[in-house]
């Protein structure tokens, strides 16, 4: 019966003959060789693996400063603390998203955009809203910007901001945006002599002006009519003028 011999490549003894040696080394540098590409491959899956471990897992590229900018009426501080992001953090693995949605939650704040500067700072570039008008509030004023926020309480009315007099002062309500609009189109001459723009609801919005005048505004429709009877026609102290029907005046 025949038996199969199976051959399998060994190291040549040293008193083999030289042709066997040769042909042993040539075949452990072809394995070698062969083996080189999936050596190389393994050690540069080692070093990602280990460089993803220091990035995403451990503090060495780490949250260690947060930077704030843009903030006028806010604190610094108070935007780090909405933030809500612990020191050491890595920066790899933070929500970008979710740590803006947490600055804007702050009503002085309209947009917020964060970004990351390795090694180790967190940087915040805050846009605050703008007043355009105050609300008389309990105890002083809250300031009014042109959506219809109120987003930060004073103690006193800043200089050249007018007072808007409205119950419930937010975005979407009516009267509110009713009394903005009308705002908008008066002229910086009529602002002047404003004491209060009072708006009760989305049809009766009125001026109070100096010298106990009024006048009467209706709904914040035909803005540029109304201005144009105002402006032409002089109210006497403690007077009332109703313009809430402009067309009805000019045509008298």
Known sequence: MTQTRGWRLVLAPRDAPQSVRRFAKRARRHRLLAALPWLVALGVAALLGGAAAIVYLTPALGVERIEVSGVSVLDPDAVRRAAAVPGGAPLARLDLGAVGQRVRQLKPVRTATVSVRYPHTLAIAVRERTAVAVVPKVGGYTLLDAEGVAFLPVEASPPGLPVIRVARPEPGDATTAGALSVLAELPPAVRAQMVALVAE??????????????????????????????????????????VSAPRVVLEK
């Open 201 to 242: 609801s989305p049809t009766r919005i009125r001026l109070e002006l100096t010298d106990g005048r009024l006048v009467v505004w209706g709904d914040a429709t035909q803005n540029a009519a109304k201005i144009r009877v105002l402006q032409l026609t002089k109210i006497e102290p403690g007077h009332t003028l109703d």
